[in-house]
Each structure stands twice: as structure tokens, then as C-alpha cells.
């Protein structure tokens, strides 16, 4: 065969290759905005609306798909946040939080502010708009205008990332809300995760869209990678997380991970009382810690299981060691027979209340022993 009859099929057979990948590519884009459309009306459904804390399985069904259908985006420093909606049962403001019904017109005239700042369980995953911790805490109160900045997946450090942020703006509430522990520690016990004590959830996801020089080359990063990426999506993040869990069998990082945790709560007060706010911290039970009722679940993941019972112990400790009489230990707050959890961190409607509860009893206590701070902030 001639040279250049050769050289031309050659680069025939590579414009083949190229048109065929280039299309491939067009197709892994169009296909993931019908997947992403198709999520977004027919979100899949959640088991765990059958589960015995419902009554109401119709309701729950519909509020699992409302939540399914929110949408994460990119937020400074606190890393994300979901973006505006609204249904029937889940309502994100243009902020981002979570709102519920209860206004300010319902309260009275010298009412302060109040901020909860926490997780998935403060941003109220399995609970509808008014079933949440705050809304709960709303209605029972008349005397705080109430905001949740919760948010599903965030830890201590981007809760306190988020306090810091509101400080910068002059809207740092009078009274600010810790809500804290299980992404802590499942966040920093698991290697898979993260290995800093300052990192979060979607480390490897922000990692993956920043890198500039990509450890395997741009020939991956800008033609392999997106049909890559579109199989995470469909299949889910979660699932490409290598559990690899550390605190069981590592007493060095599990005292590190404590006392990180009690550390950013010692930062927090200091930044809220430096400018004449309250702050109080609430440490968060989890399924395995305690005596709560969990014959409706099925939570076999006992090696993550194990890290909440290397860490939570520390944790007691450092708090009884140092008498931090601004924290409130709430790991039993649900033992008894009651259908609370819906798996091993969240919990339904009825164990919202329950917290909502004690943080009311708590906070009016120190309130009325220590007196109310001033209703307004240093300029």
C-alpha cells in the first residue's frame, strides 16, 4: 500500500473516531438533562416513607419526592446550598434556607433573632416545612424571630463558615443554635471522605472540578471524564464513596476528631458573645448511641456504626473535663419505645418536636438565670 494512500485512511479512521466520540458526547449531555428532568418530576421513591412513624403514607411519599427534588448549588465558604423552590411541602427561600409558615407578625414587638445552624437533621430531611426543628421551635415561642441555616450534609466547620459569613454582613442573629455531631464525625472518621479535620462531604466532588492540571492528564479530565461524571450522577455520588473508616481502630484520630468539634464550638461563642450574642450548642444523637427504638430500621453499617462509639464517649468527656456549660448533651433524648428515626440520623416529625422541645427549656432557663442579653448589636 502506498505511503499515502495509508496516511489518508489513517486520517480517515481518526475522524471516525473523533465524530463518533464527539457524538457520544453530545449524547451523554442531552441524556443527562432528560435524566435530570425526568428526576425532577418523577423523583424515585423513599422507603422510608412506609415506615411506622407516617400515618400518613401519602403525605410522606410526597414530601420524600419534594425533597428529591432539590437542587444543590455552589455557595463561598460554606460550599453549598440548595437552590429556590417551592411545593407543597418543602419551601427554599431565594437564600437558600428553609422557611416554614410561622412569620414575624406572630411575635412580639421586642422578639430577638434566632439562627439554627446544623445538618440535614436542622435542615429537616424527613420532615415537611413546618415539622422541622426551627418551625417547631417557631410555633411553641413568641418571643425569637426564627431562620433555619441548615443544611443537608454540612459539618461544625461549615456551620461555623456560615456564622462567620452572616458576621461579615451585619446579620448575625442574637441568639445563635448549634445542631451537631453525626456529619462530624461520619465526615471526618471515614478516610473515604476526607483526611483533613477541615474538610467536608464533597471534597472529592469540588476536587474533581477545580483541578486545573489534572493528575491524569486533560485528554481524561476534558473527553473520558464526562461520560464518567454522568455515571455518578445517575448512579449517585454516595455510591463511589470509599467507606474507609478510622476512629474504631485509630485512638489518635478519634481524639482529634473530638476535640476539633468541641474546638469550633469554643470558636463559635467567641465570635457570638464577642459581639454581645448568646450562643448554645446542642450535641445531636444518632441511632446508635443510647436506647432509642430501631426495630423498623435496618442499619447494618456497623463499622460506621462503630465510630459514633469511639468518638461521642471523647466528646462527654471534654465536655464534663471543661464544664462547657454552654452545650447540652441531647444523645438520649429519644430512648424510649417511640418510632422516631427514620434511619440512623434523621428522625420524623414527633423527634423534631422533641428537640425543639428541650432547646426551648434550655434556652429559657439560661435566659432567665443569666439574664437577656442586649437586644442590640455592637456597631
Known sequence: MQPSRFLRRLLVQAVLVAGTWMALLLLTAVAGDLVNLYKHRFPLSDERAELPNYSDKE???AMFADIRRTVEDYVPFVEWRRLPM????????ERGYRVHRRGPENNRPDSRTIGFFGGST????????DGTIPAIFDQKTDEFVVTNYGESGHT???????????????????????????NHVWTHCNYGVTTSLNGHMAENKLRRALTETPALGFVYSDIIAPPVEFVRRIIGEKKFIRDDFCCHDDPVRARQVAETLVETWRI???VVEARGGRLYVFLQPN????????DHLRLDRIVGAEQFRAVYPLIQAILAERRLDYVTDLTRAFDGQDYIYI???HVSPNGNAIIAARMIDRI???EAVGGRPSPKMPS
Request: hydrophobic share 40%.
Open 59 to 61: 403525605a410522606a411519599r
Open 86 to 93: 417551592q411545593t407543597g411541602s418543602v419551601t427554599v427561600d
Open 122 to 129: 436542622m435542615w429537616g430531611q424527613g420532615a415537611p416545612d
Open 156 to 182: 461544625s466547620r461549615q456551620q461555623l463558615d456560615q456564622l462567620l459569613s452572616l458576621v461579615n454582613t451585619g446579620q448575625m442573629p442574637q441568639v445563635v443554635v448549634f445542631y451537631d455531631g453525626f
Open 268 to 270: 463559635a461563642r467567641d
Open 287 to 294: 441511632a446508635y448511641l443510647g436506647r432509642p427504638r430501631i
Open 343 to 345: 434511619d440512623d440520623a
Open 364 to 366: 429559657r432557663g439560661a
